[in-house]
């Protein structure tokens, strides 16, 4: 049974930092592409930042480039996402996603649709 759990989240002031972590088992995930998506109160989940199956490729979405990085550690089949710079709108519920498709590949789906795999997710809280 795939399943992807993520940790790391909780309340933070402003300009803080956090580094979210994201374990997948039940399958090997080192050739797929993974994201975090978010979600805000009362919003639609949205794509925050993604990294190709081939690990060459990494994406974000405007509001967080320059403060967010996404990585993985492969032999863990972890992902991690890296914030800095934290701001009251980075709050929301942060989710990891693995997608089956463009294994080894360069392309980093941002849609949800594109994703096979979800955690459960995680609560960040930024205060100002």
């Known amino acids: 049974q795939v399943q992807l759990v993520e940790s790391g989240g909780g309340l933070v002031q402003a300009g803080d930092s956090l580094r979210l972590s994201c374990v997948a088992s039940?399958?090997?995930?080192?050739?797929?592409?993974m994201a975090w998506f978010r979600q805000a109160p009362g919003k639609e989940r949205e794509f925050a930042a993604g990294i190709s199956g081939s690990d060459t490729n990494t994406w974000y979405t405007d509001s967080v480039k320059g403060r967010f990085t996404i990585s993985r550690d492969n032999a863990e089949n972890t992902v991690f996402l890296q914030m800095t710079t934290l701001k009251p709108e980075d709050t929301a519920v942060y989710y990891c996603?693995?997608?089956?498709?463009?294994?080894?590949?360069?392309?980093?789906?941002?849609?949800?649709?594109?994703?096979?795999?979800w955690g459960q997710g995680t609560q960040v809280t930024v205060s100002s």
């Open positions: 996603a693995a997608a089956v498709t463009w294994e080894s590949g360069t392309y980093v789906p941002t849609a949800r649709y594109e994703y096979d795999y």
């Open positions: 039940g399958r090997p995930f080192s050739r797929s592409p």
